[in-house]
């Protein structure tokens, strides 16, 4: 039974930094391309970030140069630094087990997909 939980939202001014964590139960995050997916009120979803598992990373042009993913294998744990947040980036951020477009697509329908976690609040004001 795959279990992610995020943790390291909140409110902050914009300029400011948050960093997000992922960890995991019955899933190591080595096994897959994991990510950072994102929704703001009346939006898709959208990938923010994702990791494949030879450790090569991919960032929306949204947040290229100011979000970072990254992972630590030993304590089964996914990052999102995200540095310079502007208000835009205000939304639910989820992590992914596994990137792909169903996932994406039922969390626009307002779903949450098995192997995702149920997601923390980014507020930038």
């Known amino acids: 039974h795959v279990q992610l939980v995020e943790s390291g939202g909140g409110s902050v001014q914009a300029g400011g930094s948050l960093r997000l964590s992922c960890t995991a139960s019955?899933?190591?995050?080595?096994?897959?391309?994991s990510g950072w997916y994102r929704r703001a009120p009346g939006n898709e979803c959208e990938l923010v970030s994702s990791i494949s598992t030879n450790g090569s990373t991919y960032h929306a042009d949204i947040v290229k140069g100011r979000f970072t993913i990254s992972q630590d294998n030993a304590k089964n744990t996914m990052y999102l630094q995200m540095n310079s947040l502007k208000p835009d980036d205000t939304a639910v951020y989820y992590c992914?087990?596994?990137?792909?477009?169903?996932?994406?697509?039922?969390?626009?329908?307002?779903?949450?997909?098995?192997?995702w976690g149920q997601g923390t609040q980014v507020t930038v004001s």
């Open positions: 019955g899933f190591t995050f080595d096994a897959t391309d």
């Open positions: 992914a087990a596994a990137v792909g477009e169903t996932g994406r697509s039922l969390c626009s329908m307002g779903w949450t997909p098995p192997g």
